[in-house]
């Protein structure tokens, strides 16, 4: 009954700076807390970020902190993924996922707390 859809993604140079977003619908919709995370070809999906919808309280993989920034919309409800001084290592495809069931105080890591994945959006950075 929930439905994440990713856009934004694309091929950007070293240094340039790309924004996702992340779409979600339903009618009976309640997020706890929204994240992202990534997957190169041949890697395990890895944590990049994740928010507290209540109260935006965020966190970051140590990798982008500084460089990403996460935030959300209301109405609609929208999840967004600032992406700044962009490197090639950034390279994947960035799934947007949602936590509906368990209530969260902070932002969570792992991905067993989202029940709702996007389909993903293919993140380029050339060197």
């Known amino acids: 009954q929930v439905q994440l859809v990713e856009s934004g993604g694309g091929l950007v140079q070293a240094g340039g700076s790309l924004r996702l977003s992340c779409a979600a619908s339903?009618?009976?919709?309640?997020?706890?807390?929204m994240g992202w995370f990534r997957q190169a070809p041949g890697k395990e999906r890895e944590f990049v970020a994740a928010?507290?919808?209540?109260?935006?309280?965020?966190d970051y993989a140590s990798s982008v902190k500084g460089r990403f920034t996460i935030s959300r919309d209301n109405a609609p409800n929208t999840v967004y993924l600032q992406m700044n001084s962009l490197k090639p290592e950034d390279t994947a495809v960035y799934f947007c996922?949602?936590?509906?069931?368990?209530?969260?105080?902070?932002?969570?890591?792992?991905?067993?707390?989202?029940?709702?994945w996007g389909q993903g959006t293919q993140v380029t950075v050339s060197s």
């Open positions: 996922a949602a936590n509906t069931i368990y209530s969260v105080d902070s932002p969570t890591t792992t991905p067993d707390w989202y029940n709702y």
């Open positions: 339903g009618r009976t919709f309640r997020s706890y807390g």
């Open positions: 928010i507290v919808w209540s109260t935006g309280n965020t």
